[in-house]
């Protein structure tokens, strides 16, 4: 029609002018959020490599725990790092099997029940708890009771980390098709099998790399070790009883002592802290990206 | 059509039919197990609440509710006020917020809407690595590297601004080792980051891509489609993750212990040396005792009421959104 011809020339050129320098800005300041993340994360890992690599040796991580006054070459940080693995391992060992399985119940067993979708809901509000107060709790309900330990801790750690595995766990689950479970009901198998034996093997990849990546974060947490352990300086290689240190507590105890040597010791444990936390999130993503079979 | 489609083949407890009798007991033990480890969560929590309230009723018998509102903290003279740490609390929590909220949501546009997902990758890797980095190594930089570093600022900032009104009033204090409230709400900012990333990616990345389509074709540029688009959909949900980092600031302990400053104070003086909640419990709950330790433990009572109700309330949002997300 004749109207068409009226109309002007639509322009069809990029927006010119003010609308364009708007996104233009839009676009850099976006760059710029993320630079501002750089900087800090560049400052923090610099100072912690280059302070921490030249106290890291051999005498270092097989070196008991010197007197605060001692120089950067003396000693070691041995009875952390050991304390810090076995109060880890024993948390792991107690709260993925949980998370686990409390994962397969909202998944499998809970259906559209309510208490299904209360836990969890409430597992995505333990996430938020904040540590210290996991370390009050234990604490309160078992060092008031049965003293420090090393268990006492990893009773902490597992109560970050169990919530933690819930939640990974369960996005897991959910991936897995049904037309699987459905195929081995139709083989008369029971729940728990097809459960176990079709279900979970079909998640595993995602749920290790989930509880690897709660690992690492509980590895890392200073807090609820701090009433629970007690941080002594000597070697305590039995975890179920007695006061044990970690890495965290005593990088903690370190960081505000004036010699210049327990400060050096400081950042070679934060080192080693970093390494540890390090090490678990790329074992996690070497999970994720070799295994994974299933994903959105 | 929806029933046969929820109905659990396996469940054949509730019928009837007789083979209801032959659900083998190993596979019955395994349902209670996974109830059980599912009713652990519920459990812990409330023990928490229980066991710690228990613990604490010694401070609120001694100072009556006012020991929340009052500013006197000396345990040398038996005086248990909390306010001072709940105020620095508060504060330091909110200038974590106001730093980390707008490179958080711009670094979340960044990755969903600027960025091809082949470099995002990378990017989240990196922003990621802030959270590897544990509370305590933020905490021994912050207090032997950062502080006396940004103390010079803080002094220039301070001598720069005497007189101004409103400014002077938030940035001035003097300040001789560089811990301070803003030190660590800078450091919790960086902390904290990460999540509120990751959640307000999340939410960003359920924008249906018609509407973004709708948006470029009526001729919109990539910044106005973000307005018009992107952000009616994503905004409730990123309310959510920024109660979300609220909360996970609030708790934060060990870091704030050591750049604080460890002094209670209620000042507007954001570059003087405060004190807050987690980080009081974290220092001196190892020289406690009676009802010094039950304030302690009271204060974690606080903390945990107020966490539990910051992130019900985020949790909230956040599920709205996804149901709406999944609505339209």
């Not at chain 1, 309900?141 to 990893?154: E, K, Q, R, T």
């Not at chain 2, 409330?46 to 345990?75: K, M, N, R, Y």
């Not at chain 2, 609390?89 to 600027?114: D, F, G, H, R, Y």
Request: hydrophobic residues 55%.
């Amino acid at each position: 029609m004749a109207i068409a011809a009226e109309q002007p020339g639509v322009d069809l050129r990029e927006p010119a002018g003010w609308r364009r320098t708007k996104n233009k800005i839009a676009t850099v300041l976006m760059w710029v959020a993320f630079a501002a993340v750089l900087v800090p994360l560049g400052f923090v890992l610099y100072t912690v490599i280059s302070k921490g690599a030249p106290i890291i040796s051999g005498q270092f991580l097989t070196g008991s725990i010197p007197p605060n006054i001692m120089p950067a070459n003396f000693g070691g940080m041995a009875p952390a790092i050991i304390g810090t693995l076995e109060i880890t391992a024993l948390a792991a060992v107690m709260a993925i099997p949980l998370g686990v399985l409390g994962a397969v119940y909202i998944n499998e067993y809970g259906g559209n029940r309510v208490l299904a979708r209360v836990i969890g809901f409430m597992a995505d509000v333990m996430t938020g708890v904040p540590s210290i107060v996991m370390g009050l709790f234990i604490f309160t309900i078992w060092v008031l009771h049965f003293g420090y330990s090393g268990l006492a801790g990893a009773f902490a750690l597992a109560c970050l980390m169990l919530p933690l595995v819930i939640r990974s766990s369960y996005e897991m689950l959910r991936l897995v098709p049904d037309s699987l479970r459905e195929a081995s009901y139709a083989l008369g198998a029971t729940k728990a099998r097809v459960t176990l034996t079709v279900v979970l093997p079909a998640a595993i990849a995602g749920i290790i790399s989930g509880a690897l990546l709660a690992v690492a974060r509980a590895s890392g947490e200073t807090a609820p070790l701090l009433f629970t352990i007690f941080t002594v300086e000597a070697t305590n290689s039995n975890v179920f009883s007695g006061a044990t240190t970690a890495l965290p507590n005593q990088i903690f105890a370190n960081a505000s002592q004036p010699y210049v040597g327990a400060q050096a010791r400081g950042w070679g444990a934060a080192l080693t802290l970093i390494a540890i936390a390090f090490i678990f999130m790329i074992a996690a993503r070497v999970s994720t990206a070799r295994f994974t079979r299933y994903s959105r | 059509m929806s029933a046969a489609v929820q109905a659990d083949p396996a469940d054949v407890a509730g019928s009837a039919h007789p083979l209801a009798q032959r659900r083998p007991l190993g596979d019955r033990v395994f349902g209670w197990l996974a109830l059980a480890a599912g009713l652990l969560v519920l459990v812990i929590l409330v023990l928490i609440a229980v066991t710690t309230s228990q613990q604490s009723t010694s401070w609120f018998s001694h100072e009556g509710l006012s020991g929340i509102f009052s500013t006197d903290w000396d345990p040398a003279t038996d005086h248990f006020g909390a306010m001072a740490f709940v105020f620095g609390t508060a504060v330091t929590a909110l200038v974590a917020i106001i730093l980390a909220v707008p490179v958080s949501v711009a670094l979340a546009l960044l990755l969903t809407e600027v960025v091809p997902p082949r470099w995002a990758r990378p990017i989240v890797y990196v922003v990621d690595l802030l959270a590897v980095v544990p509370s305590v190594v933020w905490g021994l930089w912050g207090i032997l590297v950062f502080a006396p570093w940004v103390q010079h600022i803080y002094s220039s900032i301070a001598s720069g601004l005497t007189g101004i009104p409103v400014l002077s009033f938030l940035f001035g204090g003097t300040n001789t080792s560089g811990a301070a409230f803003f030190t660590a709400g800078l450091i919790l900012a960086f902390m904290i980051t990460p999540i509120v990333t990751s959640l307000s990616r999340e939410v960003i990345a359920t924008v249906p891509s018609i509407d973004k389509e709708g948006a470029y074709a009526l001729g919109a540029t990539r910044w106005e489609m973000i307005r018009g688009a992107v952000w009616p959909h994503s905004q409730s949900g990123v309310v959510g993750s920024v109660l979300l980092g609220l909360g996970r600031a609030m708790g934060e302990t060990i870091a704030a212990a050591l750049v604080i400053g460890s002094s209670p104070a209620i000042t507007s003086h954001l570059f003087s040396p405060g004190y807050s909640m987690p980080a009081v419990i974290a220092n001196q709950f190892g020289e406690s005792s009676g009802t010094f330790r039950a304030a302690l433990v009271g204060m974690g009572v606080l903390l945990f009421a107020i966490t539990i109700i910051v992130n019900l309330v985020a949790r909230g949002f956040v599920e709205r959104s996804a149901r709406r997300a999944k609505g339209a």
